[in-house]
Structure formats: C-alpha cells, structure tokens
C-alpha cells in the first residue's frame, strides 16, 4: 500500500478561517485514548450533479456508499502518540539553523518551517515510510520526519560530506530515497509534475497508491497577503469537479485526520480510471492553512508585510506546539517537569548534531561530477580564473 505526495506551498488569507461558528476545540481522555473534535472544512457536499450531454457524469456514490462523504472530525489518539519528542525537535533544528545561516556556516538559500510543524508530524502520523513524498524548498522538517538523521540535516544544510545529499544539495535539496522521500526542489510548483511521475510509476508497477495534491499553506507566502494576490483565496474550492478539504494546518490532530482520511478514501475507491465511467472515484486537494513565524527565506526577515504583533498574536492563539503542550497538561499525560526535561534533551540533541556536521569533511571537486547520468563524456571543470583544470570526467 503506497502512497505519493506531492506538496506545494501556497499563501492564503486569514489565520481566522479555520474556526468554525459555534464549534471550538474540544477535548475528551478515556481509558488512555484521546477524542479530539478539531475544525476540517470540506467541499464534498458541493460537488455539481450528474451532466447530461457530452461532458463526463459525476457519480457520488461508489459501492452504495456517497463520495461527498467529508471525514469524521473526531481522531482518536494514544497518549504515547502526543509526547512531543518531535514537535519540539522541529523548531529546535530550525532555530539552529537560523544562527548558522547568520554565522555564515549556511550559505545560499535557507526557507525554515517554524510555525507549521503540526504538518510535518501529523501526516507523518497518517503514514507510512513505504509511502512517497516530494516537496518544494522548505524540506528540512519533511527530512526528519521520513527518519532523517539530525546530524546529516545539519550536514548537508553546511555543504559537509555526511550530508543527506553529500553536501551538494544544501537547504532547498533534502533526499532520503530509502524512506521514499524523493527530495526538495528548489523550483516553485516543480515537484507536481514529478509527483505525478512517481503516481504512475506505482501504478505502473500495479501498486496500490493515492495521489494527492496538499498545499502547506502560509498567510502571506513569498511577501503578498492573498487578499492582494487573489480573488478568492479558497484554495480547496479551485479544481472544479476536484473535491478539497481545507484543513487546519496548525493542529497536529486535523492534519492527521485528514490525511488518513485522505489515504484510506483513495486507495479503498481508487483513482480516477475515466471521466467516461461513472464509478470512478476522484482525486482531492488538501489544504493546510498555516502561519509561518519566519519570513520566506533568511534574506527576508518578514518585517516589510506584516508586524510584531501579528506575528506573537498568531503565536499566542494557534502555536502548534504550544496546543499539544496544553492537551498533554489538561489531561494529566505528561507534568510540567517532563516536558522541560524533553525540552532540555532535545536542545542537547541539537547541540551535539551541530557539532558533529562542523567536524564533516567538504565535499571534493571531484564530487561535482558523481551521480551523472552520462558518463566518458570528457567533462572538464576549470578554477574561476579559467585557467586552471581542477577535474576532468574521464
């Protein structure tokens, strides 16, 4: 059972969307499970009727079953699952990368996550490592979720050998194919279209897989608010006869509901065999609204489009990990004393991951020319003088 992902960054509008009129986030522990009622907007129940002359009919029913059928809100959670080992590791790692880029041990690009771990993690628990995921730029959290190794993060963020791409790929190329995580792509929107290359490689292979299309998105994306950039900034509503879910990116629970919702609906009535047969089923979008703390990359320190406030305002009302931490304490999971204990061991976890990556080796010229496709092609590389051969593919 398979599945691919394909993720892209989009802006949205208002962190305020997502909290729906006389409904709040509720709670309830029994017996060690966890039954949370979190906010999932839907737009199954608006799919047109069946056409009647030449375009294709919409069939909502598959097996007897509706299709217009949104997931449940409810998730149902084990108390081991909400211990926040890695939700507090993702912000760490990020803030250290924060102080190497502005040590100038990061060079080039640098997009962090901070504010939208509750993605990372919650589709991660929906999930499994054989499932296939590709993303955009902002990758490092995505690594650590398909079961990267800190230290290789850091390595490769600093141009080091022990690098996840041997120190080649930098912050933007994160890759890790044994947890099929087919890496970042530093080009905006280049993921899609090699997403729907590894789709038909499943199905190719006759794999059972689902394709879906999740948006992580920020509110004011690369700097322009959607407010200014779009005229409907309902993302999950485009795609016509595409059903969407619009999904609180910030909470870990309705991220992993609706990505489980997401895998089992797709691969129980499968994908879209032909808009001719009316018991196909269909493809979604998935969107995940989210507030990103940081700017869009390090050279843009997110002052010019937004303010303070705004920023600490969304911090105090929809933090990610600040939510679990309230969940853990108002149902006895955890102490207080606990999680400063998680907190301190997962600082000295990053502590020593960095330093570890600055003992790394650069890479050698010579590893420009490895992983080619097309070799004896007498490649030669020059020193920036022009002058001087440095390496020749043989």
């Keep these: 059972m398979l599945l691919c992902i394909t993720i892209l960054h989009l802006p949205t509008k208002s962190f305020n969307l997502l909290t729906p009129k006389k409904e709040t986030f509720q709670t309830k522990s029994e017996n060690g499970v966890i039954t949370t009622l979190s906010p999932i907007h839907h737009r199954f129940t608006s799919l047109p ?49 924060d102080s190497l880029y502005k040590s100038k041990l990061i060079r080039g690009f640098c997009h962090l996550y901070d504010g939208q771990e509750a993605l990372a993690v919650g589709m991660e628990a929906a999930i499994t490592k054989k499932d296939a995921i590709i993303t955009s730029y902002r990758d490092h959290c995505t690594f650590l979720g398909r079961g990267g190794e800190l230290v290789d993060a850091f390595s490769e963020l600093m141009g080091r050998m022990r690098g996840c791409s041997s120190g080649k790929g930098g912050s933007m190329h994160f890759y890790k194919k044994d947890a099929s995580f087919y890496g970042g792509h530093g080009i905006v929107g280049a993921q899609i279209p090699l997403g729907c290359c590894l789709a038909f490689a499943q199905k190719y292979s006759k794999e059972e897989n689902f394709e879906s299309l999740i948006e992580f998105d920020d509110v004011d994306g690369m700097g322009t608010a959607t407010w200014r950039s779009a005229k409907s900034p309902a993302y999950f509503k485009r795609g016509d006869y595409v059903p969407g879910l619009k999904v609180d990116g910030m909470d870990v629970l309705a991220v992993k509901q ?25 493809l979604f979008i998935l969107e995940m609204d989210t507030y990103r703390y940081h700017g869009h990359s390090m050279s843009d320190p997110g002052s010019t489009y937004r303010t303070r406030d705004e920023v600490s305002g969304v911090r105090q009302v929809r933090d990610p990990i600040e939510r679990v931490r309230k969940l853990l304490l108002s149902h006895d999971i955890a102490t207080e004393k606990e999680l400063k204990d998680i907190e301190k061991e997962v600082r000295k976890e990053v502590d020593d991951a960095v330093a570890q990556a600055k003992e790394s080796p650069v890479p050698e010229p010579s ?12 490649v030669e590389s020059f020193g920036a003088d022009r002058k001087e051969l440095k390496v020749t593919l043989a």
Excluded: V, W
């Design 49 to 97: 009727p069946p056409l009647r002359f030449d375009r294709p009919n919409l069939d909502h029913n598959r097996n007897g079953r509706p299709f217009h059928r949104p997931p449940m809100r409810r998730s149902l959670t084990l108390r081991g699952d909400l211990i926040p080992g890695d939700p507090l590791l993702l912000p760490r790692m990020e803030i250290a990368a």
């Design 258 to 282: 609706a990505c489980k919702f997401a895998k089992e609906h797709a691969l129980k009535n499968g994908p879209i065999l032909s808009l001719l047969n009316p018991q196909s089923s269909f």
């Design 367 to 378: 590893e420009l020319f490895t992983n080619m496709y097309m070799k004896d092609c007498g």
